[in-house]
Every structure is written in C-alpha cells, then in structure tokens.
Nanobody, 123 residues
Framework: QVKLVQSGGGLVQPGGSLRLSCAVS????????TGWFRQAPGKKREGVSC????????NYADSVKGRFAISRDTDNNIVYLEMNALKPEDTAVYFC????????????????WGQGAQVTVST
C-alpha cells in the first residue's frame, strides 16, 4: 500500500515562493510516477506537474511553466514542488499524486492521493 504524506503550504504574498513536499512510503519513486494536482474553490481539479518514474522527465501545466519546478529525492522517496512568482490564481488545495505511469497521471488516472495542502496567495 502506497501512502503519500504532504507537508508545506500556507499563506504567501503575490510574487512569493513556497515549497511543497510529499513523502512516499510503501514503494519507491522508481515504482510510480508522481505529481501534483490542485483544486481551487468552485473549480475542477487540475494537473499541475508530474515526473516520470523511469528517467525523471517532467511535465507542467501551461499556467505554471517557468514558475513551478517539480523534483524528487529518490534516496529518501520525497517529491517536491517548488513554487515561485506565485499569483492569486494559484490559490488552491494542492494534492500529491502517484500512479503506475507518467501517462496515467497526464490522463488523470490517479492511483494514490496525498491529504492535500492549502496554498493561499494574497496580500
């Protein structure tokens, strides 16, 4: 059984930065593709970024390209989402996710979810 435990999030001013972490247990990061989704109030859940289990290839939503960076620590089974130049429209609950393949995540076919973390960008 894979378990995803998130940390990070909080309140930040526009233009600021935050880092989210996701500790993966039960399997290694080389067994599952991992990524991040978010859901803003009144909106559908959307994919933010994902990373391929085999070679670490990354993918980003157009709305966060150039501002967000996904990375992983395979020794400690942790996935990170570094968020820079944050905007009010980035306000959402962010979820760490895992699935058997990179394509599964990009197709919203998620096997495991983290507990979610609130990110609020506001003055």
């Amino acid at each position: 059984q894979v378990k995803l435990v998130q940390s990070g999030g909080g309140l930040v001013q526009p233009g600021g930065s935050l880092r989210l972490s996701c500790a993966v247990s039960g399997n290694t990061l080389e067994d599952y593709a991992t990524g991040w989704f978010r859901q803003a109030p009144g909106k559908k859940r959307e994919g933010v970024s994902c990373i391929r289990r085999r070679d670490g290839t990354t993918n980003y939503a157009d709305s966060v390209k150039g501002r967000f960076a996904i990375s992983r620590d395979t020794d400690n089974n942790i996935v990170y989402l570094e968020m820079n130049a944050l905007k009010p429209e980035d306000t959402a609950v962010y979820f760490c996710v895992a699935a058997p393949t990179f394509a599964d995540i990009r197709n919203f076919d998620i096997r495991y979810w983290g507990q979610g973390a609130q990110v609020t960008v506001s003055t």
